[in-house]
């Protein structure tokens, strides 16, 4: 069974057949799907070895990620006199043959430029003229001219529109109208232009060409974007769409809207109100009239979609050019309740909160007419709550004392335009590094067709990132904003940097078209710029994993969905002063270049490769045949997919790319990092096996028992983060400055095909929500992601360092290690063929293939007896994960690798289907001689299995509890287990929450299910009392409860039951359990998805509670709980700083039913990403630090526990 769901449909209409050299169906189509029979041959493998089982449905996306909540945005069209111009910009020549160079005039026909015929609404397309025929107006009419021969001129209404290519003289011009008048022109059989400085002809018949150089006949071909044409075609479609600013930028915005999700709330309108009578019904109106945004719709009759290209085919050229005004009329209708208003899915009207909002202000001029309100005046000089006013935002104050148009952008950026409405009051829009508004505002993005900027003593990309990132970069020689304005009512030159001013200070995009090229790049960058932002469901920023913080320096994992990009960053820690500042880097700043980058992989006998693509053979052909579902690309473009992975990027330019198809553009070249967690390997710990009294098995192995030696040797190692990504790599980082030392690819990861092939990656459409039936027709991929575990072992006649790894949820289902004792060796090709030690996946054809599912959790590195006759002197070093769902048996197993070979030995866990076995806790049952005995896992099925380590594995048939609620329901386990031994008693722990967050079935419905955290006696040890068995049930455990939940002045805190403070002695109970039920809001779908904690003697959970139905809230919230392990009760003492007076003292208390509880959990609207980490406070406290899932920063404080000498923090960082 597939693993992802996707529909074999499509909502895109093919229209009618494309005309000749159109646009390229890559670019054109809406989406892409798979073929049913493609679909079909990639999962055939998987069909038949699972076709016995059900599979289990992970999805391939985070469940973080809401389907997206469609934008609002608004066209605003210019319609002024100039538009009618053939030429470009407003000072171009007008007549000779400098008016046919494009270099002089960029309206005129360029000879590097594919002319394509726009496409409609519905997906047809208009129609082709055959040169030298041209279309007068193809949006008017079919009438056709004569390119070579007619020499009409219209009357003054229309103004002249035909032989752009002839030498003109002006005709007489009447208030700002072309009149009737002598036109002087030349008749010539050929259609002239010039490539550089030699003039070329395009003539229909051969005779022409004989009195000529540089001639071209019509049907001669011509390749351009990879595609080819005729000069004759190409020049045709030049004529008929592209020869004025006005057809070329109808032609433009049709082809950059074309493929705007049909969901997205449009609205459009034209600053002097032409074709107003086509804008239909549901208009607002204050200086111009604006149709009201409406879903955008697939262009079908009636909807949006085919409103807008009505409309806009019937938009005139005629009037002035009143920005200020028309950005004002978009600004003010934000402030009424339409465009903010939605249907739930229960039918009724609301207002979302969090709906992004934009205005795109297209012009070939500068800004003119009237004034806009006064109240807008100066606007970008107030200082108000939501805006400072500090360069480059502030300056450039109009003469005349009125607003620019800076101001009115500003104006609306700043304010609150739903502040008084009862829904949408809540400031709930998605803030991105570029707009870190929340409030209900408008974005404004400017593009000047024609209209350049220079003169500030900045570029525009210095400016923006200077807006964006502060005084850290701003430029030393900027000049400041020039004063715009009007002379005799025409606009100003300097009114054209007030249109990039717009655009900074509204914090969306500015783009200057030189040519109508550009000008259509321009409107599609500007619409891929709205569909990476949170308010397209694009890209909000979520916490991948925990944070590890170390006393010196402290690492985070992040990712923003929609750009699919990652981000590891680390910030220097004073432990002292508690506060994170020194030396911050980010790595996806300081990937070394494409060239420079060390990345490896393994050919199919495990053999190390670099990823290059002299060296990548078959790899070629699978990446190069799956880059499109449908459409094999072969080895030569699996080599440009290999240049992309590396980081590559001038395959993400059409202007620079050698493909017909540019590859998918990225911000940034890291891949997302959503379930894996950063590990940071420095100096081997010198004391990390002290505890091995009994060496009987250290020496055993010859030099096993020369530790301390290794230790001393690696002192002053490099410390690397190490963390892997959904870009299909294990990446190291220098763990001091950020920068790669290394990348590794899996092989079973690189020889994926279909939807889990890495060639995807490069797909333009991946992970690109279809919002329609809110699915991805090219869906994103967990390539890589699973967790990491290290350790320091003894292999092969040496001590080592080895890291193991598995790609998580990703469909490859691979484990491997690597020896990263000299993380150098890596970048050596002849040490990295010893580095890479394994690799095993699903279906490698080894032994025991068939247990490999989606490991969930960490592996465990551990020591174990080589021999099953008790003990030989000897150990065996193994690698312990849970095999997870969808092995191809479909059942739940505890695999052990050996960390030598990789040969896998496995111990299965009952034969229910479909399972999955989640991470288990290895423990030392006697600790001194360093050898682990057991381990303890659970599964999907709510099942808690013991297992006794030995070499060779073997089967376990009785699970020692089922986890049920109290209705009999089981209760899925998903996180690690985690066991620690009762120092009192002697007696082994183990604990676990259950629940699961694997698929969107998962997410909270209307009558969740209720889910528990659980301590149960799993080893009675010397104590001698109850240890848990499959025939116990809750019954035979002390019930523990959430009891209160209340607000405080520091935040929102819990209160759990008390109960006894020792080891659980009545008879027959074997341990405690606690329904996650809200006092005050009952069953939520609570559930634990993260390992238990035991830090500084107290046990320590984050739960998860799904995100309500609502769009907005798109992060899961979640609680931390803290207990006494052993007894499952409150600590009796003071443990959270509850009301926030920045101590932990017997104020964090409340009083119910007459007695006095401690706060000891606290409820968060925004839930943790994972686990804490943990250092001791200088007052003698314990430090918490974690990550929200929306990426920010937790740190915390609680008091120590009874047991505080045990160590802090179980995942702790060896440096």
Not at 1007 to 1021: F, H, I, M
Not at 1189 to 1206: F, Y
Request: proline share 6%; with cysteine; glycine share 10%.
């Amino acid at each position: 069974m597939s693993m992802i769901k996707t529909k074999q449909e499509s909502y895109h209409r093919p229209g009618n057949k494309r005309p000749a050299f159109g646009l390229d169906e890559h670019r054109l189509a809406w989406r892409k799907w798979h073929p049913a029979m493609l679909i079909m041959l990639i999962m055939l493998p998987l069909l038949s070895a699972q076709a016995a089982v059900d599979s289990v449905d992970v999805d391939q996306s985070p469940l973080v990620v809401s389907e997206p909540l469609p934008p609002n945005i608004v066209l605003l069209h210019d319609d002024s006199g100039s538009m009618r111009r053939s030429y470009l910009p407003d000072d171009a020549p007008r007549s000779g043959d400098n008016f046919r160079k494009p270099s002089r005039n960029r309206q005129y026909y360029n000879p590097e430029t594919l002319y394509t015929v726009p496409p409609k609404a519905d997906g047809s397309w208009y129609g082709s003229s055959v040169f030298p025929s041209g279309y007068s107006d193809p949006f008017a009419s079919t009438a056709t001219i004569n390119i070579l021969n007619d020499s009409s001129y219209s009357d003054a209404s229309q103004s002249y529109v035909d032989n752009s290519y002839r030498r003109k003289k002006a005709c007489r011009r009447a208030g700002g109208d072309w009149d009737d008048g002598e036109c002087e022109f030349e008749s010539p059989r050929s259609f002239v232009f010039y490539d550089g400085s030699d003039k070329h002809r395009v003539v229909e018949d051969d005779e022409s060409c004989r009195a000529w150089t540089n001639c071209h006949h019509a049907s001669d071909p011509l390749i351009l974007d990879g595609q080819q044409t005729t000069y004759g075609q190409n020049v045709a479609n030049y004529y008929s769409y592209y020869r004025t600013r006005a057809l070329s930028a109808k032609s433009g915005i049709m082809t950059a809207f074309f493929s705007l999700d049909p969901a997205y709330r449009f609205g459009f309108g034209s600053l002097n109100n032409s074709s107003s009578n086509n804008l239909g019904t549901g208009q607002y109106s204050k200086h111009m009239k604006i149709k009201q945004v409406e879903p955008f719709g697939d262009g079908s009759a009636g909807t949006q979609k085919q409103r807008f290209w009505d409309w806009l085919e019937g938009v005139g050229a005629n009037g002035g050019t009143p920005l200020r005004r028309a950005l004002e009329t978009a600004g003010e209708y934000y402030k009424t309740q339409q465009p903010w208003l939605d249907t739930d899915p229960n039918g009724r009207a609301v207002e979302y909160s969090c709906r992004a909002s934009y205005s795109i202000l297209v012009s070939d001029g500068y800004w003119s007419g009237s004034e806009p309100s006064a109240s807008l005046k100066g606007a970008d000089n107030t200082k108000s709550s939501n805006y400072e006013p500090v360069a480059p935002f502030v300056g450039g104050a109009a003469d005349g004392d009125e607003a620019t148009l800076a101001d009115v952008a500003n104006y609306y950026w700043k304010t609150d335009l739903r502040d008084g409405s009862s829904d949408g009051q809540r400031n709930q829009v998605p803030p991105t590094p570029t707009d870190p508004a929340t409030w209900q505002h408008m974005t404004t993005f400017t593009v000047g067709l024609g209209l350049s900027v220079s003169g500030l003593g900045a570029t525009p990309s210095e400016l923006f990132d200077w807006a964006r990132n502060g005084a850290s970069s701003a430029v030393s020689g900027w000049k400041g904003w020039p004063t715009p304005g009007r002379n005799s009512g025409q606009g100003k030159i300097e009114n054209v940097s007030d249109m990039l001013h717009a655009a900074i200070n509204g914090h969306g995009g500015f783009f200057s078209a030189r040519d109508p090229k550009q000008f259509a790049d321009g409107l599609k960058q500007a619409l891929a710029d709205i569909a990476a932002a949170p308010g397209a469901g694009g890209a909000p920023s979520f916490s991948g994993g925990e944070t590890l913080t170390s006393s010196t320096r402290q690492y985070s994992a992040s990712y923003m969905t929609g750009a699919w990009s990652g981000e590891l960053k680390s910030v220097g820690y004073d432990k002292t002063a508690d506060t994170f500042s020194v030396a911050p880097w980010s790595a996806s700043a300081q990937l070394p270049v494409a060239a420079d980058r060390n990345i490896w992989t393994i050919d199919s006998s495990g053999n190390a490769l670099e990823f290059k693509a002299s060296v990548l053979g078959n790899y070629l052909e699978v990446l190069g045949d799956n880059l499109y579902p449908s459409d094999p690309k072969g080895a030569s473009w699996g080599e440009h997919i290999v240049k992309y992975l590396r980081g590559d990027q001038s395959y993400e330019d059409s202007v620079v790319s050698p493909l017909t198809n540019v590859l998918r553009k990225r911000g940034t070249l890291l891949g997302d990092i959503v379930n894996s967690t950063p590990v940071v390997i420095g100096d081997p710990k010198a004391d990390l096996y002290k505890h091995v009294i009994d060496e009987t098995y250290f020496d055993g192995l010859s030099g096993g028992n020369d530790y301390e030696k290794f230790a001393t040797d690696n002192a002053g190692r490099t410390p690397i983060a190490y963390v892997a990504a959904n870009d299909g790599m294990l990446h190291a980082f220098n763990a001091d400055t950020g920068k790669e030392v290394f990348a590794y690819i899996p092989g079973a990861v690189l020889g994926g095909t279909g939807d889990a092939s890495l060639a995807r990656l490069a797909n333009p459409e991946y992970g690109v929500f279809n919002p329609v039936n809110g699915t991805q027709p090219v869906p994103h991929q967990f390539y890589n992601d699973g967790k990491l575990t290290t350790q320091n072992v003894y292999l092969d006649g040496s001590w080592k360092t080895i890291l193991v790894g598995t790609t998580g949820r990703g469909t490859s289902r691979t484990v491997y290690a690597l020896d990263i004792t000299n993380p150098a060796d890596l970048a050596d090709p002849q040490k990295a063929k010893n580095a890479i030690l394994w690799e095993r996946s699903a279906g490698d054809g080894k032994s025991n293939d068939e247990w490999i599912g989606m490991a969930l959790g960490r592996p465990t590195i551990s020591l174990i007896e080589q021999s099953t006759q008790g003990k030989k002197g000897t150990g065996k070093w193994v690698a312990h994960l849970g095999n997870g769902p969808n092995s191809e048996n479909g059942r739940a197993a505890l695999l052990q690798f050996d960390l030598k070979t990789g040969d896998l030995s496995v111990y299965p866990a009952g034969t229910i289907t479909p399972n999955g076995l989640s991470a288990p806790y290895v423990i030392q049952k006697d600790d001194t001689d360093g050898v682990s005995e057991y381990a303890f896992a659970g599964d999907l099925q709510g099942n808690v299995w013991r297992f006794e380590l030995s070499p060779n594995g073997g089967a376990v048939s009785q699970p020692i509890y089922v986890a049920k609620d109290s209705d009999g329901n089981r209760q899925p386990i998903t996180a690690d287990m985690y066991a620690t031994q009762n120092p009192d008693t002697g007696a082994i722990w183990v604990f676990f929450g259950t629940g699961r967050f694997l698929t969107k079935s998962d997410i909270r419905n209307s009558s969740p299910k209720v889910q528990t955290w659980y301590g149960l006696r799993a080893l009675t040890g010397p104590s001698g009392l109850a240890e848990a068995k499959q025939t116990h049930s809750r019954s035979n455990l002390q019930e523990r409860k959430i009891i209160a939940e209340k607000n405080t002045t520091g935040g929102v805190y819990r209160v759990t039951s008390d109960g006894e403070f020792s080891d659980l002695t009545s008879d027959g109970d074997v341990g405690w359990y606690m329904d996650l039920v809200s006092p005050v809001n009952g069953k939520e779908g609570e559930r634990v998805v993260y390992q238990t904690q035991l830090i500084a003697g107290r046990l320590i959970v984050n739960t998860l509670i799904p995100k309500s139905s609502s769009p907005c809230d798109t992060s899961p919230g979640g609680a931390t709980l803290i207990v006494d392990p052993f007894s499952g009760a409150n600590p009796g003492k003071p443990v959270l700083d509850a009301d926030g007076d920045g101590s932990i003292d017997s104020k964090d208390s409340v009083t119910l039913g007459g007695k006095l509880y401690y706060y000891n959990g606290e409820r968060y609207k925004v839930g943790m990403s994972g686990v804490f980490t943990a250092l001791k406070a200088s007052n003698g406290n314990v430090r918490l630090f974690g990550s929200a899932l929306d990426s920010s920063d937790v740190s915390k404080e609680t008091t120590m526990g009874a047991s505080g000498s045990q160590r802090l923090n179980w995942h702790e960082i060896i440096n």
